[in-house]
């Protein structure tokens, strides 16, 4: 019996060490850890899309290296102990590179699990500076814009564009993402000469009512000219309605996590509010490709992209196929160097950078959506005037 | 005069919350955390189940004097159905287990919403006309809050109007004392229960309205946070005392509301610790919650 169960392990391991060996040979594989069910799927599965519309598309025109690129999916029912073994799931299918959920805490025990067995891996859209170096290891990536910038870039446009002076700063504790909106619309204030903090408050996503922090504005002297608004779905809404149900007209910027339609209906006749997108979702965006795949979107999934978070799908595989084809090989290590050589490579959402100390975006050419009477349109872009330091990220 | 208005909007919610929750451990011993599952489903009950991101309003859309009465009744239905369904089965049993069912329902009822419209948190608009500010008293609050505060007020006046006027009320009251000697004397159980369960399920629905109203938002776990705060409104009140409860819900409320305006920036994001710290106090002091129900009580 003893010498079976050996007999056993070490037939195991033997196809484990083959199994991805021979996966390589004649096709590249792309392992997607992500939720296909639990909460996370709502958030995954469009970028998802997004990313399998760039693989057919590369599929098309002849593969990568000449070769077809192979999906494998393993779900993360949105668990965490789940999403390890997804990952190694995916590893065990032969992937050369792992795509993992869209929120670092989520994504992270498949990232570690890809880590780990050595190869690059892939946040969604993760924007918290962890999904990458920092929080997985040297071969992480994100496929999004760093929380940060989204706050910076509404800082000083709303300074420039909409002679915005005063702020005030409502931060939803909830996640790291809100806080690093805060935070990057804390590192850009100092740097607007004439522009102050009126006032700041917190609450969290859940709360029933936001009455307490609503009624401290209003006692404000005077409605500040902007209220930077740190916070996603679905506390967001809430805290919208709340503002402008009290009668506060302030200009509100926010995040990308409030971008989409869907929503609107909550809050009839909204105005003065603005978002930071990647891509416009509503058919109007500068870059007339933008639509078109809008419109590739819709006929593949069926629906219109719902938010901005569809775009970093296509964005991850476009540049890490563009490295591939540089480095000649999926081979992990060449494929990073050829990824951290990225300076201001096009895509179709704009620039992207990688470097050997930040593998996420610091800085990125935004467009700004405007809210007038319930109706967004893109009415500006905005990049910051500088990228913000990996030290004051990492604060 | 603002923050008076903040405070009791939101110890409104906590009150009929507790008095929920109150209403059923009165009659049964039962703890329900389903109730704030009830909560949620009375609002997706307005949609159509659709997994897309918008909305598929279905009764959401109805004039008020139809969609009130219609989101209460799904209320009062899920709560009566579980009751049939569930926790008729459990009558005998001891209240850890009916606590355990009650979670095991709440999930049940969480994974039902979730399969149907999955997680994304849906966007509704619940009679829109109440998200106007209102000047009263030189401080312009929004009209929903004032409203918030008028109904809770009055459903608690219907309330103890129904359970010290009716025949009704008086068995339920009897059945919250002592269950078995109002059994013996010719209250019928099932009955009482079926009542009491209806009538939190209707109080669940009113929370659910006021909450989508507010936050425009439906979210399979927007019951939660109110569960968990009126959970414990009704044990510092004094589990099963009904007034307690409602008191306990209106000072949770205030407490929240005056530790958010009166606690410096950096120790606003620990608000609810200082809250339940508060909370523990209560209970070192008053360990049968402040006002205690007769029943509960030890008999030496």
Redesign the interface.
């Known amino acids: 019996m003893k010498s079976l169960s050996k007999l056993t392990l070490a037939l195991l391991g033997a196809t484990a060490l083959v199994t991805p060996a021979l996966a390589q040979d004649d096709k590249i594989v792309v392992g997607f850890a992500t939720a296909e069910s639990?909460?996370?799927?709502?958030y995954d599965k469009p970028a998802q899309d997004a990313a399998m519309i760039r693989i057919a598309e590369i599929n098309a025109a002849g593969g990568l290296l000449g070769k077809q690129i192979e999906v494998v999916n393993a779900d993360t029912k949105t668990d965490r102990a789940e999403g390890a073994k997804a990952g190694l799931s995916v590893i065990d299918a032969g992937a050369d590179m792992v795509v993992v959920s869209c929120d670092y805490d989520f994504g992270a025990p498949a990232a570690l699990a890809a880590e780990g067995a050595g190869l690059p891996s892939f946040f969604l859209c993760a924007e918290s500076i962890k999904a990458g170096i920092q929080g997985v290891g040297p071969n992480s990536f994100s496929a999004s814009v760093l929380a940060a910038v989204q706050g910076a870039t509404m800082a000083e446009w709303s300074y420039n564009k909409k002679e915005a002076r005063t702020f005030y700063r409502l931060l939803d504790?909830w996640t790291e993402y809100n806080k690093g909106i805060c935070d990057g619309f804390d590192w850009m204030l100092p740097r607007l000469e004439g522009a102050s903090l009126v006032g700041?408050?917190?609450?969290?996503n859940?709360?029933?009512?936001i009455?307490?922090?609503?009624?401290?504005i209003?006692?404000l002297e005077k409605e500040p000219d902007a209220i930077m608004l740190c916070t996603m779905?679905?506390?967001a809404?809430?805290a919208i309605?709340?503002i402008?149900?009290?009668?506060i007209n302030s200009m509100i910027l926010n995040g990308s996590g409030v971008d989409?339609s869907?929503?609107?209906?909550?809050?009839?006749d909204l105005s003065n509010f603005y978002v930071p997108v990647q891509g416009s979702i509503y058919g109007d965006d500068p870059n007339a490709d933008v639509t078109a795949f809008n419109a590739k979107y819709k006929e593949a999934t069926g629906?219109d992209p719902?938010?901005q978070y569809v775009y970093p799908g296509y964005v991850m595989i476009d540049v890490w196929a563009k490295a591939v084809e540089r480095a000649g090989t999926t081979e992990t290590a060449a494929v990073v160097a050829e990824l951290e050589k990225m300076t201001a490579e096009p895509t179709l959402f704009g620039p992207r950078s990688f470097s050997a100390e930040l593998h996420h975006q610091n800085s990125a050419d935004y467009r700004i959506v405007n809210i007038e009477a319930g109706k967004p349109a893109v009415i500006d872009s905005w990049t910051i005037s500088e990228p913000i330091p990996v030290a004051d990220l990492m604060k | 005069m603002q923050t008076i208005f903040d405070a009791l909007s939101l110890g409104s919610l906590y009150a009929l919350g507790a008095l929920g929750i109150a209403l059923i451990f009165g009659v049964m011993r039962l703890v329900n955390f389903a109730h704030g599952d009830v909560i949620s489903f009375s609002i997706f009950a307005l949609m159509w189940p659709s997994t897309d991101a918008m909305a598929v309003v279905f009764a959401g859309d109805l004039p008020w004097f139809l969609l009130i009465p219609f989101v209460l009744a799904v209320g009062a239905g899920l709560s009566v159905l579980s009751e049939i369904v569930v926790f008729r089965r459990f009558r005998r049993a001891n209240p850890a287990t009916m606590m355990i069912a009650s979670f095991a329902l709440g999930f049940v009822i969480r994974y039902f919403l979730l399969m149907l419209f999955s997680s994304r948190p849906k966007s509704i608009s619940l009679l829109p006309a109440l998200s106007q500010p209102v000047e009263i008293f030189g401080a312009r609050i929004p009209l929903l809050q004032v409203i918030t505060i008028c109904a809770t007020i009055a459903m608690l006046f219907a309330l103890t109007a129904f359970l010290k006027r009716t025949r009704f009320g008086l068995e339920m009251r009897a059945a919250a004392e002592n269950f078995t000697m109002a059994r013996m004397l010719g209250v019928r159980a099932n009955r009482v229960i079926m009542g009491a369960f209806a009538l939190s399920g209707a109080l669940a629905a009113a929370i659910g309205l006021i909450l989508a109203a507010q936050t425009g938002t439906a979210d399979i776990q927007m019951g939660a946070a109110v569960m968990l705060m009126a959970f414990i409104a009704t044990v510092i009140g004094g589990l099963g005392s009904l007034p307690g409860a409602v008191l306990a819900g209106f000072l949770l409320g205030a407490a929240s509301v005056v530790m958010q305006t009166v606690l410096p920036i950096d120790a606003r994001p620990f608000r609810d610790a200082f809250v339940y710290g508060a909370v523990i106090l209560v209970l070192i002091f008053r360990p049968q919650g402040l006002i205690a129900a007769r029943g509960t009580k030890e008999r030496v």
């Open positions: 639990g909460f996370m799927q709502a504790t700041e408050d917190t609450f969290k859940e709360d029933a009512s009455a307490a922090q609503i009624t401290r209003k006692s779905m679905p506390g809404v809430s309605k709340q402008r149900a009290a009668g989409g869907y929503w609107l209906s909550a809050v009839p629906g719902s938010s």
